[in-house]
């Protein structure tokens, strides 16, 4: 897909870009279990480095829980002078569909960011880059 965005800065001063974005992803569901994969991809030239992204999922229905498990990686250009968020990302989590419209998910993801590179973080410590991080999350999702 191909598309302008546009930045208002104020004082009409207003900055057009072209960019780009791709995606693609693939899944195979036959029931008990399941396995997908997502590759994106965007170009905004000029404004941040351009940036890939590709996770792959699995996971096994046992009743009411679906423990899963989850890889993803992120990368960019290497743009001279800007900082990249190329990261490693492997993730554990545990579904449970309480109710019908209920669903409670805890996850534990351990986030690597690539020796050069905070990752997705911002107000990092010195000596991030190239160490291990672990998040914890749990989450409540309902439909009504």
Do not use: C
């Not at 590709?54 to 423990?67: E, K, L, Q």
């Not at 993730?91 to 998910?105: C, P």
């Amino acid at each position: 897909m191909q598309s302008n965005i546009s930045f208002d800065f104020g004082g009409g001063t207003v900055l057009n870009v072209p960019q780009s974005s791709t995606a693609v992803g693939v899944g195979y569901d036959p029931g008990a279990w399941f396995v997908q994969a997502e590759y994106t991809g965007v170009k905004l030239p000029g404004i941040t480095p351009s940036g890939w992204g590709a996770y792959v999922i699995g996971g096994y229905r046992i009743g009411n829980f679906t423990p899963y498990l989850i890889h993803a990686k992120s990368w960019t250009a290497n743009v001279r002078g800007l900082s990249t968020f190329d990261q490693r990302t492997t993730s554990l989590g545990l579904r449970w569909d309480a109710m019908k419209n209920i669903a409670v998910k805890m996850q534990v993801d351990q986030i690597k960011p690539d020796s050069d590179s905070n990752g997705y973080f911002i107000n990092v410590r010195p000596g991030l880059s190239g160490s291990n991080v672990r998040l914890v999350s749990l989450a409540v999702d309902f439909v009504f």
